[in-house]
């Protein structure tokens, strides 16, 4: 595996590299990503969670604590009848994984933060109620699998069009094959065969035409605008619905489940590997030298 498919794979854009990998690890805590909820025209609330953590709203520990945190809210508020997972960061829905958290990460702390991942990827895709992922930015990595958790994923197609995809053998780690299976099932098992063993990562309208993406919008406010009106004009019985979601949503978390202990050992063995630990130390190491150059 070389520097520039590392590179490529955690660095969307040129201009935030350096911040995106020297980030600091944060406090967890409710600013990092806050919920809110709104009342609908049908009944209920429309719950918002806001990812918050600048400047590409990396997943580390914290990160990924304050997300669990945020849906410790949303389980706990019982007239939910839609979930929203945004970004308030400038041009990112989420770049995926911190480098520095991965980098020379004994096992226990990997499977602490890969755990934790996988555990809220499960809440809220078993989440009994519609969700929709509103990006506006790259959702690159880790940030494409928790936009997969949702129903439904909703985009923004700006004049500098963002990424999307699932880019862990670009940067030496498999697809799991649950991950796999989900993205098999939104896309098609011809798509997915050309698409996740390359590491790629694609334009709005290139996933939209695959089914990655539901909708795409020319800005935040025509996206935001179309995710009220989809929510209010929703009038069905509660129960049946949550029931129905549940139904559908079964045989894919079992499966989850079984798959849970055997995919954690698979992607330690690849975070752990001389030629991987190699690979992001030499990205950081020279995205560290590239932020001290005067501009």
Same mark, same amino acid.
């Given at each position: 595996?070389?520097?520039?498919?590392?590179?490529?794979?955690?660095? *969307?854009?040129?201009?935030?590299?350096?911040?995106?990998?020297?980030?600091?690890?944060?406090?967890?805590?409710?600013?990092?990503a806050?919920? *809110?909820?709104?009342?609908?025209?049908?009944?209920?609330?429309?719950?918002? &969670? #806001?990812m918050?953590?600048?400047?590409?709203?990396?997943f580390?520990?914290?990160?990924?604590?304050?997300?669990?945190?945020?849906?410790?809210t949303?389980?706990?508020?019982?007239?939910?009848?839609?979930?929203?997972?945004?970004?308030?960061?400038?041009?990112?829905?989420?770049?995926?994984?911190?480098?520095?958290?991965?980098?020379?990460?004994?096992?226990?702390?990997?499977?602490?933060?890969?755990?934790?991942?996988?555990?809220?990827?499960?809440? &809220?895709?078993?989440?009994p109620?519609?969700?929709i992922?509103?990006?506006?930015?790259?959702?690159?990595?880790?940030?494409?699998?928790?936009?997969?958790?949702?129903?439904?994923?909703?985009?923004?197609?700006?004049?500098?069009?963002?990424?999307?995809?699932?880019?862990?053998?670009?940067?030496?780690?498999?697809?799991?094959e649950?991950l796999?299976?989900?993205?098999?099932?939104?896309?098609? $098992?011809?798509?997915?065969?050309?698409?996740?063993?390359? =590491?790629?990562?694609?334009?709005? #309208?290139?996933?939209?035409?695959?089914?990655?993406?539901?909708?795409?919008?020319?800005?935040?406010?025509?996206?935001?605008?179309? &995710?009220?009106?989809?929510f209010?004009?929703?009038r069905?019985?509660?129960?049946?619905?949550?029931?129905?979601?549940? =139904?559908?949503?079964?045989? +894919?978390?079992?499966? +989850?489940? #079984?798959?849970?202990?055997?995919?954690t050992?698979? +992607?330690?063995?690849a975070?752990?590997?001389?030629? $991987?630990? #190699?690979? &992001?130390?030499?990205?950081?190491?020279?995205? @560290?030298? @590239?932020?001290?150059k005067?501009?």
């Open positions: 595996m070389t520097l520039v498919l590392v590179r490529r794979a955690f660095v *969307a854009c040129r201009s935030h590299a350096c911040d995106m990998l020297q980030q600091r690890p944060m406090s967890a805590g409710p600013r990092l806050p919920v *809110a909820f709104t009342a609908l025209d049908g009944g209920g609330q429309l719950a918002k &969670i #806001t918050n953590y600048p400047p590409a709203n990396l580390d520990g914290s990160s990924l604590q304050a997300l669990g945190a945020a849906m410790d949303v389980e706990a508020t019982s007239d939910v009848r839609g979930l929203v997972l945004q970004s308030d960061v400038r041009g990112f829905f989420s770049a995926g994984f911190s480098l520095p958290a991965l980098y020379n990460v004994d096992r226990a702390g990997f499977e602490r933060l890969w755990v934790t991942g996988k555990h809220v990827f499960r809440r &809220i895709h078993a989440l109620v519609p969700s992922a509103a990006i506006d930015g790259h959702a690159l990595g880790l940030g494409c699998v928790m936009a997969m958790a949702c129903q439904r994923r909703f985009m923004v197609a700006s004049e500098r069009p963002p990424l999307i995809g699932l880019n862990e053998v670009a940067v030496g780690m498999p697809v799991p649950w796999a299976t989900r993205f098999r099932d939104l896309t098609s $098992t011809r798509d997915a065969e050309l698409i996740l063993p390359r =590491g790629s990562s694609l334009s709005p #309208t290139q996933a939209h035409k695959i089914g990655l993406v539901d909708s795409l919008y020319a800005s935040r406010s025509e996206m935001d605008d179309a &995710i009220h009106s989809d209010n004009a929703c069905v019985s509660a129960r049946a619905q949550q029931e129905t979601i549940r =139904g559908l949503r079964r045989q +894919f978390l079992d499966y +989850f489940d #079984t798959c849970f202990d055997q995919d050992e698979l +992607f330690w063995q975070i752990s590997s001389h030629e $991987t630990q #190699t690979a &992001i130390g030499n990205a950081l190491a020279q995205l @560290k030298a @590239k932020s001290r005067p501009n």
